[in-house]
């Protein structure tokens, strides 16, 4: 059991800057990796940026990033605790961002999800 709590999400101008965080707790020495994806009115949860967070994994530390927001984003890690820079933000941006945690059960893997938070774009 992996619990995930996002924050740091608000209302922003175009162009600015905002840093979310997601804590995890319960059984993170089962995690293999951590993200972010984000979900906007009428569409599907679409994927942002991730981070390998297992030492024991060859690509331990390996960042990937959705094309839209390469050059924006920084996804790092500190302990229990991941968080996505976000910087130049545009409209389009917008959407209910969730923390995702994959872990692994024999070799299936299983996600686990936070609530979200609110990412909100405008002028």
């Known amino acids: 059991q992996v619990q995930l709590v996002e924050s740091g999400g608000g209302l922003v101008q175009p162009g600015g800057s905002l840093r979310l965080s997601c804590v995890a707790s319960?059984?993170?020495?089962?995690?293999?990796?951590m993200g972010w994806y984000r979900q906007a009115p009428g569409k599907e949860r679409e994927f942002v940026a991730s981070?390998?967070?297992?030492?024991?994994?060859?690509?331990?530390?390996r960042t990937n990033y959705r094309d839209s927001v390469k050059g924006r984003c920084t996804i790092s890690r500190d302990v229990n605790t991941v968080y996505l820079q976000m910087d130049s933000l545009k409209p389009e941006d917008t959407a209910v961002y969730f923390c995702?945690?994959?872990?692994?059960?024999?070799?299936?893997?299983?996600?686990?999800w936070g609530k979200g938070t609110l990412v909100t774009v405008s002028s």
């Open positions: 995702n945690a994959g872990a692994y059960q024999s070799p299936m893997r299983v996600d686990y």
């Open positions: 319960g059984s993170i020495f089962s995690i293999r990796d």
């Open positions: 981070i390998t967070v297992d030492a024991h994994i060859t690509n331990y530390g």
